[in-house]
């Protein structure tokens, strides 16, 4: 019940937000997800090769950890000139990971709901609507298989448990019977 009530909580349609990004603001579709920043950030450059045809950067060693980037790159299903496409994945204020995706073509044309590039911003949150059930859909999955597959060794451990108490009881009973049988005998 607690994993539904999770599931629900993080269902939710990606909203529309703003992020500072190298001193510059962006408006950005935001989502958040229980899962670590490092299974999302691994999860986003998936589904970006996957949908956009493009490997996102970032996310090595001495990068910006927090922001997977794709520069300068035609992005298939978003543009068909090169554009940016940013992912700021962070853990936020309430401890659940946060992905942030804003995009530009560049520092002057923003793409953003109150601009020509409306369109595109649309295209975008799409994209991250999908990411998000796609991403928590599998995550949750994985959770749901690692639970049982507790749960399996726990009744594992739960059985042999009760083997050794019940031989440790039969052996109680034995024990009982010989120290009865020798009492028995001394009269």
Do not use: C, H
């Not at 990004?21 to 970006?48: C, G, H, M, Q």
């Not at 927090?66 to 978003?78: A, F, N, P, S, Y």
């Not at 042999?160 to 020798?182: F, G, M, W």
């Amino acid at each position: 019940l607690f994993l539904l009530f999770n599931m629900s909580a993080f269902a939710q349609a990606p909203l529309t937000g703003s992020v500072t990004y190298k001193n510059e603001r962006y408006d950005a579709v935001l989502s958040r997800f229980p899962a670590s920043t490092d299974y999302i950030k691994e999860a986003w450059e998936n589904f970006a090769k996957e949908n956009f045809g493009a490997k996102a950067k970032g996310n090595g060693f001495l990068s910006n950890k927090d922001v997977l980037r794709i520069e300068g790159e035609v992005l298939e299903g978003l543009s068909t000139s090169p554009a940016n496409l940013y992912a700021m994945i962070i853990t936020n204020a309430s401890g659940s990971t946060e992905i942030r995706v804003f995009m530009s073509f560049d520092e002057k044309n923003k793409v953003s709901p109150n601009n020509s590039n409306d369109a595109l911003f649309e295209k975008v949150k799409a994209a991250v609507d999908r990411f998000a059930k796609q991403t928590n859909t599998t995550w949750y999955a994985e959770v749901l298989d690692n639970e049982r597959d507790a749960i399996k060794d726990d009744e594992k451990e739960l059985k042999r448990t009760t083997q050794d108490l019940e031989k440790a009881e039969k052996q109680v009973r034995k024990n009982e019977k010989d120290i009865n049988e020798r009492r028995n005998a001394r009269t």
